[in-house]
């Protein structure tokens, strides 16, 4: 499997690929990217049959129109799950309001606060797995093995500083979760930088 923090150089290359029609380059890029996609529509959509359609419907979508990415406008990892975020809000926002027409109960403000809970919770999500791996393990040590930084610096053989430093990054970066647009649309190719 290739490295996942592919160079912008691979980019452009998979782009021009699936733009000449190169099966292989599509299968390529779904075997890096899929779990992504899968995982985020999940996130949002809590649904395991939905998760499976906006895979394909993002899968497909790259492989019809691939020149709609733009490698100047950031990493392709990026604009998928920017992608997949915006199918997957918008399928959410379907099904939950033909649940409201229904009469299922609820309000459109109630579907508006589920779609900005899954939308922060989808780019959390994609924040933790985008971060750079020391980031991510300060973060794993500290709040799901709930070590203390002196402890998280013992294990990652970093100084206290090191660790404090990782962990304020860290934490930093998942801030941002909740910096998205309206109605938790993350920015044109944004997430996790």
Do not use: C
């Amino acid at each position: 499997m290739a490295d996942r923090d592919a160079p912008p150089r691979w980019d452009r290359k998979m782009q021009q690929r699936l733009a000449r029609g190169e099966a292989a380059a599509l299968g390529e890029l779904y075997d890096r990217f899929s779990s992504l996609v899968h995982a985020l529509a999940h996130r949002v959509l809590n649904d395991e049959q939905a998760a499976d359609s906006i895979t394909r419907e993002v899968f497909a979508h790259v492989w019809e129109d691939p020149e709609a990415y733009d490698p100047r406008q950031g990493p392709l990892r990026s604009w998928i799950a920017t992608l997949t975020h915006r199918l997957a809000v918008q399928r959410l926002r379907q099904t939950e309001t033909a649940a409201l027409a229904r009469g299922g109960g609820g309000s459109t403000e109630e579907l508006e606060r589920k779609v900005r809970r899954a939308s922060v919770a989808a780019r959390a999500d994609y924040i933790v797995t985008a971060m750079p791996a020391p980031l991510r393990a300060a973060l794993d040590l500290a709040y799901v093995q709930r070590r203390d930084y002196r402890q998280a610096a013992a294990d990652l053989d970093v100084t206290e500083d090191e660790a404090r430093r990782r962990l304020r990054l860290g934490l930093q970066l998942l801030a941002t979760a909740h910096d998205s647009g309206p109605s938790g649309t993350p920015p044109e190719h944004g997430g996790g930088r």
